[in-house]
């Protein structure tokens, strides 16, 4: 399965492509960061991300789309940006006709380094070291998304066999 992840933001909104199967290992593909001018106008920033995104799906034909679903934050204008930022992501693997999972931050941390507290440095060191890369993902944004990505593979893989399974059971029980 290959999976492209998107850590959404409106200045820099990291991508990054994994191949792998549940359970096991991820393959690097290839990671980008999108970069916007915050001195531009929000309708071209976003153009310029829907634009690079769509590219990038397109260049790398990912089997699905894995991004960070937006929480919380106590900057509203923080927020506001990294919610466009997603939805335009979200967009661009609809648009591809891709199946498109949100993941918590808490969900992708307990997926690649089994606590849902991790902090940035010890995200990126096992981002580094399931991928086996000689050294860390720059900048930041670029080790998220290839931590979405690999939390994909190994839980997104699973509920997506699971409600195949659930989808053909239903069919075969009549529709029940």
């Known amino acids: 399965m290959r999976v492209l992840g998107v850590d959404p933001g409106l200045t820099r909104c990291g991508v990054g492509v994994v191949e792998g199967v549940p359970g096991r290992p991820c393959t690097l593909v290839a990671y980008h960061v999108v970069h916007t001018d915050p001195d531009d106008e929000l309708p071209l920033r976003l153009l310029t991300l829907d634009r690079s995104l769509t590219a ?27 919610a466009q930022a997603s939805g335009v992501a979200v967009l661009a693997g609809a648009r591809a006709g891709l199946p498109v999972q949100t993941y918590t931050p808490s969900e992708v941390k307990a997926a690649v380094t089994g606590s849902g507290q991790a902090d940035k440095a010890q995200m990126t060191a096992m981002v580094t070291r399931l991928l086996r890369l000689s050294a860390p993902p720059r900048p930041a944004d670029a080790a998220d998304a290839l931590a979405l990505a690999i939390c994909h593979v190994w839980r997104g893989g699973t509920r997506s066999k699971l409600a195949t399974a659930a989808d053909r059971a239903r069919r075969r029980g009549g529709g029940r």
């Open 56 to 82: 990038l799906v397109a260049e790398h034909r990912p089997d699905s789309v894995a991004v960070e679903r937006v929480f919380s934050q106590h900057n509203v204008r923080t927020v506001m940006g990294t």
